[in-house]
């Protein structure tokens, strides 16, 4: 069924197609609609939870957790300094090697205070060893969430999942959505089985204190279960686009970039924009192309060789910058070709920060630098603040 | 030492926290002079991990350390109004 919904609708929805045996949240401006979407179906019996209130997000998280370790289904929602909030308990939920499922709403971390969109709140999360994915439109947004649980609660992986989109372009925009008949995605997603879990009548100790000579492996575990990710992520796009013919692309979603020359890098509803500039300049005979950063942890990094062996310079843009370096895109990417053979340039694009509206004309502005580099093979700077007003801002970016 | 093979996926006991020996860790042994000792059992109280038993205060036993949870943070050598507990250096036993 065909609805037109925002993106919080549509995690709403997700949650409520998956079933989770409870829901904790807090509530934050912008996912505070996720929240109460879930309240009403909760209210009006649609949806068979457990919903506990708390004081906080790291609360909500530590409910999550501990229900998880009971073996059943858990989901909560967060933005911005919630998502800071929960940092703590996002370790324990990896550690403890526990399948929650979360939607994080990316908003910019204050002060300045602002509610609208940034990454950085999840790029903070990136070491957390949950699995990361950013989508692009509300469409994903529900149907990465019916994903994620499968890909999280596969024995072979058995780590947790946040989802991300974009404040309000996403989540208070609407849009067509499909919604999956329950009926199919209980068929594609089973009920949830642990591997262990907590059992009142034969009590275990878990995430018990474990001394360093059997620390690394623990953590060992946990990086293959993270590389395990990559092959299922695959796997279960394949699966779903049999099912409810949809795909992802996998973990990087490559648009138009089979004969490219130059690419521009990145996630987030940002994607939907060079989308449409890539089209604008194929018809004028540009080889152009966009590689959306679907999956953000495990890394794609072989995906990005593999495309970096084929074209002559990548654009990275982002809506993130990492204090003292620079985009947090832009230095994964540098250290995935660095122990290769593959010389290109990539130039870094900070834009649109806290919610800064990025335009078509600004993508391609970045395509028309970009164009130059990939022309001259040679860059000038590796890092640009995009659209930064410094008093003398050209026109294109403004 | 168990290999990553070997481990559980995420630390799992069945028995309770006594079963970590943390007395490992100790560098400085409190070890009592009884001679000293005035049985006021301060040290029993303030023994953050409950490592000192005493068998009966009636009788006036001493103190006794389990040397298997005691981590030597000395807060009972510290607090011992007769200075009957001496703190020493684990290598030079």
Redesign the interface.
């Known amino acids: 069924m065909r609805k037109v919904v925002t993106g919080n609708m549509a995690a709403a929805i997700g949650a409520k197609l998956c079933k989770p045996d409870v829901i904790s949240a807090y509530p934050i401006t912008p996912q505070t609609t996720i929240v109460e979407y879930i309240a009403d179906f909760v209210a009006d019996g649609s949806l068979k939870t457990q919903y506990v209130k708390v004081e906080s997000e790291h609360s909500a998280m530590a409910a999550c957790i501990s229900a998880s370790n009971l073996g059943v289904r858990t989901f909560t929602a967060t933005s911005s300094h919630g998502l800071l909030l929960m940092h703590e308990m996002l370790g324990w939920a990896s550690g403890a090697r526990l399948p929650v499922v979360m939607v994080n709403v990316n908003r910019a971390i204050g002060p300045p205070w602002s509610v609208w969109v940034d990454h950085l709140d999840a790029i903070m999360q990136r070491d957390t060893g949950w699995i990361h994915i950013f989508a692009e439109n509300n469409q994903e947004v529900l149907d990465s969430m019916i994903m994620m649980y499968k890909i999280c609660e596969d024995h072979d992986v058995l780590l947790p999942g946040m989802i991300h989109e974009d404040a309000f372009y996403l989540s208070h925009t609407s849009e067509p959505v499909d919604i999956p008949d329950q009926s199919k995605v209980d068929e594609f997603l089973p009920k949830y089985k642990a591997l262990v879990k907590m059992d009142l009548d034969n009590p275990l100790g878990f995430g018990s204190l474990v001394m360093p000579d059997n620390y690394m492996e623990f953590r060992y575990k946990i990086a293959l279960a993270m590389d395990n990710v990559r092959e299922k992520i695959i796997e279960v796009d394949a699966d779903f686009k049999r099912l409810f013919g949809r795909s992802y692309g996998g973990m990087l979603d490559l648009y138009r970039c089979e004969d490219a020359e130059y690419v521009l890098l990145g996630a987030g509803t940002t994607a939907s924009t060079v989308r449409e500039v890539v089209d604008e300049l194929r018809e004028q005979g540009k080889k152009v192309g966009l590689a959306r950063l679907r999956v953000f942890r495990p890394f794609p990094y072989e995906e990005i060789r593999k495309l970096a062996r084929s074209v002559k310079a990548i654009g990275v843009f982002e809506r993130a910058f990492a204090f003292g370096y620079m985009g947090p895109f832009m230095a994964e990417i540098g250290g995935a070709l660095y122990n290769t053979d593959i010389r290109i340039p990539i130039k870094d694009y900070i834009i649109g920060l806290g919610g800064r509206d990025v335009r078509t004309k600004h993508i391609h502005a970045i395509f028309n630098d970009l164009e130059k580099i990939a022309n001259s093979g040679k860059l000038d700077k590796e890092l640009k603040w995009f659209g930064l007003n410094d008093g003398n801002r050209p026109e294109e970016e403004m | 030492?168990?290999?990553?093979q070997e481990?559980?996926?995420?630390?799992?006991?069945?028995?309770?926290?006594r079963a970590?020996k943390?007395g490992?860790w100790r560098t400085w042994r409190p070890v009592l002079i009884p001679e000293k000792c005035i049985h006021c059992y301060k040290c029993w109280k303030v023994c953050p991990d409950v490592a000192i038993s005493v068998e009966s205060p009636e009788e006036k036993s001493l103190p006794v350390w389990d040397y298997d949870y005691c981590k030597g943070c000395g807060l009972c050598a510290f607090e011992c109004p007769k200075d009957a507990i001496e703190m020493q250096r684990e290598v030079d036993q």
Do not use: L
Not at chain 2, 8 to 16: K, M, Q
């Open positions: 030492m168990k290999t990553y481990i559980t996926i995420t630390p799992i006991n069945n028995v309770d926290s970590v943390t490992a």
